[in-house]
C-alpha cells in the first residue's frame, strides 16, 4: 500500500502561483511514477502532468505546458506541482497519483494507470 497525502492548495487570483507538495509512504518511492490530475465537481478527473521514478523524464497536458512543473525529491518521498500564471479555469480539487513503474521511462496519462490516490487538494483562482 501507498499512502498519499496532497497539501498546498488554496486561494490565489489569475496571474498568480501555487505549489501543491504529496506526501507519500508506505513503499519505496522511487519505485513509483507519480502523476497529478485535476477534477472539477461533475466532470472527469483529467491529466495534468506525470514524472518518471527518477525524475528525468515528464509530461504535461497541452493545457498546463509552459506554466505548470512537475518535480519529485525522492530522499523527501514527495512530488510537487509548481503552478505559474494560474487561471480561472485552473480552479479544480488537485489529486496526486501512483503507479508502480521502477526504472521506466515511460508516461501514464491516464487515470485508470494509477493504482494510488491521495485525499485531494482545492486550488481556486478568481478572475
Known amino acids: 500500500q501507498v499512502q498519499l497525502v496532497e497539501s498546498g492548495g488554496g486561494s490565489v487570483q489569475a496571474g498568480g502561483s501555487l505549489r501543491v507538495s504529496c506526501a507519500a509512504s508506505g513503499r519505496i518511492f522511487s519505485n513509483y511514477a507519480m502523476g497529478w490530475f485535476r477534477q472539477v465537481s461533475g466532470k472527469e478527473r483529467e491529466f495534468v502532468a506525470t514524472?518518471?521514478?527518477?525524475?528525468?523524464?515528464?509530461y504535461y497536458a497541452d493545457s498546463v505546458k509552459g506554466r505548470f512543473t512537475i518535480s519529485r525529491d525522492n530522499a523527501k518521498n514527495t512530488v510537487y506541482l509548481q503552478m505559474n500564471s494560474l487561471k480561472p479555469e485552473d480552479t479544480a480539487v488537485y489529486y496526486c497519483?501512483?503507479?508502480?513503474?521502477?526504472?521506466?521511462?515511460?508516461?501514464?496519462?491516464?487515470?485508470?494507470?494509477?493504482?494510488?490516490w491521495g485525499q485531494g487538494t482545492q486550488v481556486t483562482v478568481s478572475s
Open positions: 514524472i518518471n521514478w527518477s525524475g528525468g523524464s515528464t
Open positions: 497519483g501512483a503507479r508502480f513503474a521502477p526504472g521506466s521511462a515511460s508516461f501514464y496519462i491516464s487515470k485508470s494507470q494509477y493504482s494510488y
